[in-house]
């Protein structure tokens, strides 16, 4: 397994922008598929972006796509969720997600969670 940590949330205007980073423990960091999850206060945990192992394939919630990119630095263990144009629908608890296969994480298949990062979007 591998320990996931998640920083960057915080509070921001309709339409403004956060970055949300992960960092992972480990020597195998490449060898994980990775991703974003975000839940909202009364509702289920949602895929939202999901990374290949190698960085080359991405893939996206319909609700984020064109204006959520993630990306990843195999080199520094780490991986990143840009946000822009923030929603209020956008704010939820947003959770790092690690597993063996990217077609796992974009169904929920996941073998590392992180702790979470709230994120809040006032209108």
């Known amino acids: 397994q591998v320990q996931l940590v998640e920083t960057g949330g915080g509070l921001v205007q309709a339409g403004g922008s956060l970055r949300l980073s992960c960092a992972a423990s480990?020597?195998?960091?490449?060898?994980?598929?990775m991703g974003w999850f975000r839940q909202a206060p009364g509702k289920e945990r949602e895929f939202v972006a999901a990374?290949?192992?190698?960085?080359?394939?991405?893939y996206y919630a319909d609700s984020v796509k064109g204006r959520f990119t993630i990306s990843r630095d195999n080199a520094k263990n780490m991986v990143f969720l840009q946000m822009n144009s923030l929603k209020p629908e956008d704010g939820a608890v947003y959770y790092c997600?690690?597993?063996?296969?990217?077609?796992?994480?974009?169904?929920?298949?996941?073998?590392?969670w992180g702790q979470g990062t709230q994120v809040t979007v006032s209108s």
């Open positions: 997600a690690a597993d063996t296969f990217v077609s796992g994480l974009r169904v929920g298949v996941v073998g590392s």
């Open positions: 480990g020597r195998t960091f490449s060898s994980y598929a």
């Open positions: 990374v290949s192992r190698n960085g080359g394939s991405t």
